[in-house]
RNA sequence: CGGGGCGUGGCGCAGUCUGGUAGCGCACCUGCUUUGGGAGCAGGGAGUCGCAGGUUCAAAUCCUGCCGCCCCGACCA
């Protein structure tokens, strides 16, 4: 038996997943809890990745035409009220501001000055939003008008999971209006495809593409197409979604424009959206039991230099030769951006190492005396044990920089890619159905399941019959997924296609 | 809202049953020694023991009330 390796993350995934997800954040200080309930303080490091999903993103909605806006944080409560659905979907987790004062009371302030409407804390701003798009649009060369915002949103859940299900998270949502039907379809399957894209070349995440059933469909929405990721735990997370609203929210907001028929017409529109819990699902799709994996392109930070001296006489050789290189780093660039490098020069020891470990900083870089004499460094990287370094010589180092990194990058993909693969089953049979998502161990459930591509009549019943039997929900219909007659899983009734099924986040 | 658990230095906990006025580990600060690795020794700073009442000579400890948080469930575009 071989000895227990030591991890830097107690406990291990495969002892207690959620509790090892809750010291990972801890130990890489990306976040912790803030003494507002249900809300996180994101700390640097955590916010560093935000900053590049967002750059990431933010190129790409502009590269098909969007711009960035800001509305309001508040919408009055009519507002909410316009769209049946909606309102529906969305009171129970709405936060209200029903004053706007605070005056002196015995011992301490109480709110005062009662507002004449309540105002409600965005959950999502379709509605406020599109009351802007009325005024905007009054012909049809006013569009398609195609605007996204960088916001917070507030929703008033039970309970909360840092990042992936916070009472206030961060997120973009972008929202369209169309003449046509068509192009709003369009528009949904095309942002669809950018959050794909970004979630894996970028995120390393792989994610199914698929249309949600009736039942998980936005509240208001005609259709609702999203991307699902399959976390190490074999559970999915919905790491984006892209609604085709038709026109329900342009009839509730009254956007109605001018066509060229010389006729009046209602516009098409369309919202999209990720958020913070992205940052989540890079943490459970990549993570190991020393801490985060960060994937290269979308990382805080790309390498850390590791100086390492003994004597004073050492240290201004040894930091001279380390400014040099992060100079020459920093001058590389990879995924659209410069090359970030950390410098960590603290004299503590081996600590500082495993620091960047738990932070998951992709290249670690060691320079001392003995490497500056073979003007050479020793590489750690991330994606390997934490003992596995190597010495390159500096000139191959920098030469293969980039390729490394993306070496890297494709790793973790690949990683990610297989798990999924081999936690992903067709069935048939309703037992084994049962049997796949049945823990052995109903006491301390063990990590089991995955998706079950499955065949579904398309009735709301079998789906949540599903749901209640075994906490399974249908998660999508894949968009790319071949055409094939079966049995429901449920009820046996013919079906077209395969589903889906997974427990989720 | 139901079931369970917990509130003690920055963090994690012991002490509570059997009242006597606060302790451990980590982190932090100082010094010395170490040094290609999550260092050792010595010294030090830091806590109205969740809040409010009550019992008592004496309360972290017993009693009453309140507040907050966590876990499970319900819920979750």
Redesign the pocket.
């Given at each position: 038996m071989a000895k227990a390796v030591?991890?830097?993350i107690t406990p291990t995934r495969q002892a207690d997943y959620?509790e090892w997800y809750q010291q990972v954040i801890s130990a890489s200080e990306m976040a912790e809890?803030s003494p507002v309930?249900?809300c996180m303080v994101i700390k640097p490091w955590g916010y560093a990745l935000w900053e590049n999903i967002q750059f990431q993103m933010d190129e790409r909605f502009k590269e098909t035409g969007v711009r960035n806006a800001y509305f309001p944080l508040f919408i009055p409560l009519h507002f909410l009220e316009k769209e049946a659905e909606h309102v529906e979907?969305?009171a129970?987790e709405c936060a209200v501001v029903t004053h706007h004062r605070l005056e002196q009371s015995g011992d301490g302030l109480v709110p005062g000055g009662e507002l004449t409407e309540p105002l409600v804390v965005r959950?999502?701003s379709e509605t406020i939003i599109g009351d802007s798009f009325a005024k905007w649009v009054s012909s049809y060369r006013d569009l398609p008008l195609l605007i996204n915002q960088w916001a917070n949103?507030v929703?008033w859940?039970?309970?909360?999971?840092l990042f992936l299900?916070t009472s206030e998270?961060l997120?973009q949502e972008g929202h369209t209006a169309h003449a046509t039907a068509e192009e709003a379809t369009e528009r949904t399957k095309m942002m669809l495809d950018v959050y794909a894209d970004i979630a894996e070349n970028y995120l390393a995440i792989p994610v199914i593409k698929g249309r949600k059933s009736a039942l998980?469909?936005?509240?208001g929405?005609v259709d609702?197409l999203c991307i699902e990721a399959m976390m190490q735990d074999r559970k999915a997370l919905q790491a984006g979604?892209s609604h085709f609203l038709g026109q329900n929210f342009a009839k509730a907001s009254n956007i109605k424009f001018q066509t060229d028929q010389e006729g009046e017409a209602f516009a098409w529109t369309t919202s999209w959206?990720t958020?913070t819990r992205l940052v989540g699902g890079l943490i459970m799709t990549h993570g190991d039991d020393?801490g985060v994996i960060m994937p290269p392109r979308i990382a805080p930070a790309q390498v850390v230099l590791?100086p390492?001296y003994?004597k004073p006489d050492e240290r201004s050789a040894v930091m001279a030769y380390t400014a040099k290189l992060a100079a020459d780093l920093r001058r590389i660039r990879y995924a659209g951006r410069r090359v970030t490098v950390e410098v960590d020069d603290r004299?503590?020891?081996?600590?500082r190492?495993?620091d960047w470990i738990k932070k998951g900083i992709p290249l670690r870089v060691?320079?001392?005396?003995?490497?500056i004499a073979a003007d050479a460094v020793?590489v750690g990287r991330r994606d390997k044990t934490p003992r596995d370094k190597t010495s390159l010589a500096r000139s191959a180092f920098l030469e293969g920089f980039t390729a490394l990194l993306d070496e890297i990058q494709a790793t973790l993909f690949q990683r990610a890619s297989d798990l999924r693969d081999a936690h992903s089953r067709q069935i048939d049979d309703r037992s084994e159905f049962d049997r796949f998502f049945t823990p052995r161990n109903p006491d301390k459930p063990e990590i089991h399941g995955g998706f079950a591509h499955a065949h579904w009549c398309g009735e709301d019943a079998c789906e949540e019959r599903i749901k209640s039997d075994l906490?399974v929900t249908l998660r999508c219909l894949p968009l790319e997924g071949p055409k094939e007659t079966g049995a429901c899983i449920c009820c046996g009734r013919s079906s077209e296609r395969r589903a889906i099924f997974a427990k989720a986040y």
């Open positions: 030591k991890t830097a959620p809890r309930r249900g979907g969305f129970k959950p999502t949103v929703r859940e039970m309970r909360t999971r299900r998270f997120w998980e469909r936005f509240p929405a609702t979604t959206g958020s020393d590791l390492i003994r004299d503590i020891g081996g600590t190492n495993w060691e320079i001392g005396p003995r490497d020793f906490s």
